[in-house]
């Protein structure tokens, strides 16, 4: 049964949706506010139309969301991320909270529109900064901030709370493209070289970045097992990941395609059976110390290696030799970059990289496809000689 209250210019509609189990009663609400034109007879009857729409409403179970964004995100949290994401996609969503509740937190479901959100996401591209660099935010921060509103709301459609979710007419302002730090050909070799003279192990990790586009997780997930001596092939089956939650944990790979398996040069073979033996050799220095996870990057006593150890020392690496530094994942991006130069086909860089779409990888690297179609274009200019149709020589 609904009852109607005067607030104001408004009308409160109320009505009961049962009984919890401590015994109060579910309320649900919503707010209509008549056209200032109309007539007290006008108001009177489509105040009656309303109420039957909003109780038809709860009757089929689509009631309106009256929470606040940030209890409900928290159910969202506990009820459906906890559960179904992995941590380190639970962990970030976490962080953006902190520019997100302060934003639309405090206003109710039911009430946040499409323009709040624009609003919110329209200046956090423009005017927003990282707190760690004080950089402009990127394009794909703002992103995603967007998606874990609007997975939120979805949660709360899916539970029949809500029947529309704002965030679908929400636009991402373009912004500036920004270029992916990377490392040329001459710079990856310089580092190749300077490698010579370093610890074996991180030796390799730089190495096998550059040369497989292997994730920093999928590197320090190998273990030796995943290793096909006899046909040089490398299997990525897992990663490592870290959480202040969890500490150092052993998880899936990113996404389905992830799991996949890599022909490498025979080089590079060569260089890990170095490594192994080295390895083996710790082992036995450390003796019961030491702790066999059959990891190929591990600490001093056999354990995984921490997920920041080997970005903190490539830059140490970079200053002690003055090598311009990109982190880790340059090299990835570097891999993709020179297989696309070398003429490699998108499908297959995709599968390489463990992308779950090609799609990805054409708009991660569509730059690259570009320079790579332009050289394709000159080196068939200057095979043929194009003078004889030129308009030049046909006006002589």
Request: hydrophobic fraction near 35%.
């Amino acid at each position: 049964m609904a009852s109607v209250r005067k607030r104001g210019s408004s009308y409160q509609i109320r009505v009961s949706c049962g009984i919890r189990v401590d015994g109060s009663q579910v309320i649900q609400t919503t707010t209509w506010k008549p056209d200032p034109d109309m007539t007290e007879k006008q108001i009177e009857k489509e105040l009656a139309k309303q109420v039957l729409l909003f109780e038809e409403q709860c009757l089929k179970g689509h009631v309106t969301a009256n929470i606040k964004f940030e209890t409900f995100a928290e159910r969202w949290f506990e009820e459906y991320a906890r559960l179904n994401l992995r941590s380190t996609s639970f962990v970030r969503m976490r962080q953006l909270t902190q520019r997100v509740y302060p934003a639309i937190g405090y206003l109710r479901m039911d009430k946040i529109t499409a323009r709040h959100i624009q609003q919110f996401i329209t200046d956090m591209a423009f005017n927003g900064k990282s707190q760690v660099t004080g950089r402009p935010l990127s394009r794909k921060t703002v992103i995603h901030h967007l998606s874990f509103i609007s997975d939120v709301f979805d949660y709360a459609m899916k539970m029949d709370m809500l029947t529309d979710n704002p965030c679908r007419r929400v636009t991402i302002p373009k912004g500036e493209v920004e270029e992916k730090e990377i490392y040329t050909r001459d710079e990856a070799d310089e580092i190749v070289k300077l490698l010579i003279n370093e610890p074996m192990k991180y030796r390799v990790f730089i190495i096998l970045a550059l040369c497989t586009g292997f994730r920093r997780g999928e590197l320090l997930g190998l273990e030796w097992k995943d290793i096909d001596w006899v046909n040089n092939l490398i299997k990525i089956r897992r990663t490592s990941n870290y959480t202040a939650e969890k500490g150092i944990y052993t998880d899936t790979t990113k996404t389905k395609r992830s799991k996949r398996m890599l022909k490498v040069q025979p080089e590079l073979i060569e260089l890990l059976k170095l490594y192994k033996e080295e390895q083996n050799r710790e082992r036995e220095k450390v003796g019961s110390k030491w702790i066999d996870n059959d990891r190929l990057f591990v600490k001093w006593n056999g354990m995984p290696m921490n997920n920041n150890t080997p970005y903190g020392w490539f830059k140490e690496f970079c200053e002690k030799n003055e090598i311009r530094f990109c982190d880790i994942h340059s090299m990835r991006h570097y891999n993709a970059s020179a297989l696309i130069a070398a003429g490699v086909d998108i499908v297959t860089v995709s599968g390489m990289l463990g992308h779950s779409t090609v799609t990805t990888t054409a708009n991660i690297y569509c730059h690259a496809m570009q320079e790579a179609k332009a050289k394709a274009s000159a080196a068939i200019a200057s095979s043929l000689d194009l003078t004889a149709i030129s308009g030049k020589e046909i006006a002589t």
